[in-house]
């Protein structure tokens, strides 16, 4: 298997990597500090320095670098293979992402409405994302119902003349706290009577600041108070035009699998980088330190630690890439089985890679004065958010029973 990249993908890859060392890495307690006040008014108001750094970014072409070859006029035009060691990079620091106008959710809110927006759609919030001028959230997991399972979703989506009306109760809406947040794509029911349960959801764009959208709290995980924010929402009868519905009627779950694979994989690849400088840190802070008259790095636990680290970092890079490749030559849908393997997979090892690392850092580890803790609980999220591990684990299983639970014949 030829993981070669072609000479445009390796500059990417070292204009990226000169960016990061020049204005990021640099700027890393800066941002935190600047972040740490930017909620004011219910909402989050991202730090001048994050503007500076995107006006930066887009000067030097590296913008929109998610987007597929298929849509390559508005980005780099890069593979989901290309894009993975660029991906990878942005994961070394957690708000590196949106400098170059590829994080989560609008990664995925943007390849949405790209591939199932209607050309008013597109125009009127499509064209602005890619842009950089606002950004999205995503609005389908429920506190009353065990969203794992889409089909207990009940937020309703009703028509009514020329409109439709929103009634429900959301919460983890990704982005939905930013200042600059504009809109939500929501998930609900516009037909529960519907025999086939995988066509009675809708999704539907609606404005952040419709009547009746009320920001109920923020979420914090692990006790961290995330700066886009994941918000619990009420949509009480909160109403749009008919026009704002995607692609039609009972299309939800289609929608939902042609976005969550690729965020998926994103996900896995931002992690791989934050476990691979958390593998670097761990290095650094073994040989640093002396215990018990001995250098951390000469003790044999530390050391089993830095080398199972590498070795699972490594087979979590090798499966994320390859369900990259299989994307790209044979689309999402044939690759479903790599893209919930490296869903099952590449969470759990950062989790454990960065856990090691926060051990071998002692009271350092789960403080400020690193990214560690921080990544963690990303790590740790991410076996929850846009799937949980058991969901990818069935029907993953589920698949491969279908594929060779027959045996072949003599």
Known sequence: MD??????ARALQEQLSVFMDRHVYPNEKAYEAAAHDGMRDGRYHAPALLE?????ARAEGLWNMFLPKAHGEHGAGLSNLEYAPLAEMMGRVEWASEVFNCSAPDTGNMETLALFGSEAQKREWLDPLL????????????????????TNIRCSIRRDGDSYVINGRKWFTSGAQAAACKLLIVMGKTDPDNPQTHKQQSMILVPRDAPGVKIIR????????????HPEIVYDNVRVPASNILLGEGRGFEIAQGRLGPGRIHHCMRLIGAAQRALELMCQRAESRAAFGMKLSEHGSVREDIAHSFCEIEQARMITLMAADKMDRLGNKVAKDLIAAAKIIVPSMAARVIDRAIQVHGGMGVSQDTFLAKAYTYARYIRIGDGPDQVHLSQLARHLIRQHAQPAAA
């Open 52 to 56: 500076e750094l995107k006006a930066k």
């Open 218 to 229: 923020d979420i914090h995980v692990f006790g961290y108070q995330s700066g886009i924010g």
């Open 3 to 8: 993981f070669n990249h072609s000479d445009r």
């Open 131 to 150: 842009d950089g001028r606002i950004r999205s959230a995503f609005s389908m997991t429920e506190p009353e119902v065990a969203s794992s399972d889409a």
